[in-house]
Structures are given as structure tokens and as C-alpha cells.
């Protein structure tokens, strides 16, 4: 098993995100590279500059060198920035980074809480 951490960004620093992010912040196996959200009040960037953590109202300054990301976290539940993500990805030629979608973060604090969470995301848009 590699001993190199987990570099994540995490798109969305809204509710939906910060249970995880906080989560992640704890874990010593995992390197945060950034998080993005329009708003920079999202209480996830909050938490990430308490972290000293590169924060961006434009999740585009977080891909310029996508190919460093192991995982790529998206809690916004918008079928755009989705899809914007992978198009990025696609373009680039990235084909190491994961996008990891918001069911399956929701699924992770649903088991961290032992019961379900609600999330915004469809999967009819998966």
C-alpha cells in the first residue's frame, strides 16, 4: 500500500461538504489541495482558510494542474459543474484524477452518522 497521501480538492464548500471536509482535515493520509465555491462565505471555505487551505471562488484556478489531484471531490449537486468537470478532465488528458460525485459523499457521512443524509444531487444526471 502507498504511503503518499490522498491529494483531494473539493468543489462546493457549502453544508453539503463540510462534514466531509472536516473529516478530511482530520485524516493525516489525506493532503487538501484546495476548495472552490462561488460564494466565499461557504462555510467550507471558512474552514478551509482556518487550515490554511488555497481557497477560489472559481474552481478552474484549482484544475490548472489537474493531473496532481488523486481525487476531486464534487458536492455542489450541479449537473453543469459536473459536467464541466469532466469535460476538463477529458481535454486535458487527465486520466488519473477520480471525480467523485456527491451520492457517494453523502453516502460516507451517511455511514460516518449511521443514518442517511439528504443531498441535492439527482441521479437521473449521473
Do not use: C, W
Not at 491529494?7 to 485524516?27: C, Q, S, T
Not at 490554511?52 to 449537486?77: A, F, H, K, R, Y
Request: negative net charge; without cysteine; aromatic residues 4%.
Amino acid at each position: 500500500m502507498s504511503s503518499n497521501p490522498f491529494k483531494i480538492v473539493v468543489i462546493g464548500g457549502g453544508n453539503a461538504g463540510l462534514e466531509l471536509l472536516d473529516r478530511l482535515f482530520k485524516a493525516d493520509f489525506v493532503e487538501i489541495l484546495g476548495v472552490a465555491d462561488t460564494n466565499p462565505q461557504a462555510p467550507g471555505i471558512l474552514l478551509a482558510k482556518e487550515h490554511n487551505i488555497p481557497v477560489t471562488t472559481n474552481m478552474n484556478d484549482l484544475l490548472e494542474d489537474s493531473s496532481q489531484i488523486d481525487i476531486l471531490i464534487d458536492v455542489t449537486g450541479i449537473k453543469e459543474v459536473r459536467d464541466s468537470l469532466r469535460h476538463h478532465m477529458q481535454e486535458s488528458g487527465n486520466h488519473h484524477t477520480v471525480i467523485m460525485h456527491e451520492r457517494i459523499s453523502a453516502l460516507l457521512i451517511s455511514l460516518f452518522n449511521g443514518m442517511m443524509v439528504p443531498t441535492k444531487a439527482s441521479d437521473e444526471f449521473y
